[in-house]
């Protein structure tokens, strides 16, 4: 893994409460997203995630 990627992920970590590998497959998540949707904004994308983690079922 790219050592610079890493170092960001890291500092991300610390704001978003994840896991470094979390952290790289939720920006993975994202870019893989807007790839196959070009028209929508990145940070409309990154809303609509949160969103649907927020409202994912508990049980």
């Given at each position: 893994m790219n050592k610079n990627l890493y170092n960001r992920a890291k500092i991300q970590t610390k704001k978003e409460l994840r896991?470094?590998?979390n952290q790289i497959k939720y920006w993975v998540k994202i870019r893989?997203?807007?790839?196959i949707n070009p028209d929508l904004p990145i940070d409309?994308?990154?809303?609509?995630?949160i969103t649907k983690r927020e409202?994912?079922?508990?049980?």
């Open positions: 896991i470094v590998s893989h997203t807007t790839m409309m994308v990154e809303k609509l995630l409202t994912k079922p508990t049980f």
